[in-house]
């Protein structure tokens, strides 16, 4: 697979506190801290890590929607690179054309006094690249497409349900055939019977559109069902990045394997043997030196892990992870933790999760 977006030491910070004598602020929170990871092309690639973490604030500096503090963002439009970082806004507004960005709520990010046809329509009238039969036909394509009926068109945001709602965010967002999408929580305000119908679109269109998510969540069932690869962040870093599988069962990073602990089973008849991380997530306005994990590590150490910064590397194929010991610490997988299971057979993330372990506890 090709590299469809390239990141190379990005960074955002804001200035936070008083401002001191001089009118600078005192202080910088760094809420993406040296990123660097590719994305490939059509792939589906999972952003996760508890709440401040930095997730939303990496989506959309990728696509400059905030301005980045540094570092490069270099996209591979087919024909050439282009560093989105750098951009300025009128050649930003041509290249979001190829970038789109769906968010959690989509009641806030559509507006609630146009009709479906002109809520999807808009940025093809925007950047004047359809009009009269044309246009229609475009908008109505695209909402049956995202599972929308055409008699629907003329009505308001308020007349629908969540998920459709969301289903018209889509098809706005996939209007202009961008290749790129983040994703920012997209289905997290959603009833799991409606998210998984959401998920189920996402993946369609994937496929249908030729398109490259970056999808950020909370929810680690809906990552392993939707995902090819997940990066985990953990105060503004990547801190492993792997295939979902691999992740998800044979982590190398301890915040990983905490995360892993915590998957909630859909199952009531099971159970997780949580892995508690020991106090808060520091501030991302003063990290802990060294490894930014250390306050919480259980294998931390008193030399490398408070001192030394780990960086983030492959410790087997296609397996990044930020830890210094990453190859000799024994850590458990996703579902290792879990203590009692029976079989579910109306839960496809629960079904999606045993199948695969199954696969990966073959090959092992
Ligand atoms: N405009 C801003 N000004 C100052 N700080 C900000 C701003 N936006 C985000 N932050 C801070 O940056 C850090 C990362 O926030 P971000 O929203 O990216 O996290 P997140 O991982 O998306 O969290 P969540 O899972 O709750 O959505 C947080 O400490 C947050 O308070
Ligand atoms: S580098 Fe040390 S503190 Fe950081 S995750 Fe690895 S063992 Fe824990
Ligand atoms: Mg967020």
Redesign the pocket.
Known sequence: MSTLVEIKNLEKHFPVGKTGIFGKHKSLLKAVNNVSFTIKKGENLGLVGESGSGKTTLGRTLIHLIEPTRGEVLFNTGENKIDIAKLRRGELRYQWRNMQMIFQDPYASLNQRMTVRDIIGEPLVANKLASGDELNEKIKNMAVLCGLKTSQLSRYPHAFSGGQRQRIAIARALIMHPQFIVCDEAVSALDVSIQAQILNLLKDLRHELDLTYLFVAHDLSAVAYACDRVAVMYLGRIVEMAVTEELYYKPK???TEALMSAIPPDDPEVTMQKLFVQGEQPSPVNPPTG?P??PR?K???NS??VKEL?ELREVSPEHFAA????ES?SLKGALQFQVKQRKTTNNKQVEYLNTKRKEIMAKL
């Open positions: 990073h301890p915040y490894c994990f250390h590590c294998f931390a150490d490398r892990c780990p830890c210094h010991y990453a610490l």
